[in-house]
């Protein structure tokens, strides 16, 4: 069970965006998803740091904006290796 205390940040953070959980998921798994397309397709060593940088100046500035809540950025960045059959670590 998700203690009491976690379980109202969580709904505090998800007050001030304008869509539904599962479009917030599907926007940002999609995100990612070109993300790391893009780092595939550069040399390794840039390819990689683009990948993570992107992800984090992305999730932030989609933050800020009011777009997404904190906790679907972390969810949505934990499953989104598992989606498409790359390993997480």
């Known amino acids: 069970m998700i203690p009491t205390t976690l379980l109202f940040t969580i709904a505090n953070a998800r007050k001030g965006t304008p869509f539904p959980a599962l479009i917030e998921a599907l926007i ?10 893009a780092g595939i397709r550069l040399p390794h060593p840039v390819g990689q740091a683009i990948s993570i940088v ?14 997404v809540s904190a906790s679907m950025v972390i969810t949505s960045l934990d499953s989104g290796g598992r989606l498409s059959g790359t390993k997480s670590k």
Do not use: H, K
């Open 28 to 37: 940002m798994v999609f995100a990612f998803e070109f993300l790391r397309e």
């Open 54 to 67: 992107g992800a984090l100046i992305m999730g932030d500035a989609a933050v800020a904006a009011g777009l």
